[in-house]
């Protein structure tokens, strides 16, 4: 996981605060640099405590498909806190750990929301690069997902944002098998 998308500037400024009081479960065992990973607990991960169980529910049936049919392994993840650490950093270590998309495809995907620091990130594996290109993963979050949450809708935006990685990543890998 090597290069990404980084629109922490413009989400400071859009994305609305959240009052979410969840405490993580944050461990200091990670791959690289020792910045805090939480526990990889299922295909959607959230600890900043946005998600209702039924949209949980409804994300990690459509990432569990997403992986099944195409291949690459799609995890959202929410967190109260980036302890300080910035969120590229706090992203790709948090991807690094949990070890996500094939080992031999690099094809994971991480779109990591912190709601209280009003940032957002999606870290694409470098075997996804050609597929999710940083300007797609921009618009994505750009025109998918900052326009929910600035309205105080993270679940909406999320989903969003969801919905269009699968229909970037699923296109390209369609259009490479054929």
């Given at each position: 996981m090597s290069k990404s998308v980084l629109l922490t500037g413009l989400a400071a400024l859009?994305?609305?605060?959240?009052?979410?009081?969840?405490s993580a479960d944050i461990s200091a065992d990670t791959a690289n640099s020792g910045s805090p990973a939480f526990k990889l607990s299922g295909r959607v991960v959230d600890t900043a405590d946005i998600i209702s169980e039924p949209v949980e529910r409804e994300l990690t049936e459509a990432l569990a498909a997403f992986e099944n049919e195409i291949g690459p392994q799609l995890v959202v993840a929410t967190t109260p806190?980036?302890?300080?650490?910035?969120?590229?950093?706090?992203s790709f270590d948090l991807a690094n750990a949990w070890?996500?998309?094939?080992?031999?495809?690099?094809?994971?995907?991480?779109?990591l929301?912190?709601?209280n620091e009003r940032q957002v990130r999606i870290e694409v594996g470098l075997g996804l690069e050609t597929?999710?290109?940083?300007?797609?993963?921009?618009?994505?979050?750009?025109?998918?997902?900052?326009?929910?949450?600035?309205?105080?809708?993270?679940?909406?935006?999320?989903?969003?944002?969801?919905?269009?990685?699968?229909d970037e990543a699923t296109t390209y890998e369609l259009k490479e098998a054929a």
């Open positions: 859009l994305l609305s605060g959240c009052a979410a009081e969840t806190s980036l302890d300080g650490y910035d969120i590229s950093t706090y070890g996500l998309g094939s080992a031999e495809r690099n094809d994971g995907l991480l779109v929301v912190a709601p597929s999710v290109k940083d300007e797609e993963a921009s618009r994505i979050i750009q025109e998918d997902m900052l326009p929910h949450f600035r309205n105080g809708n993270y679940e909406s935006g999320i989903v969003a944002g969801v919905d269009s990685l699968i």
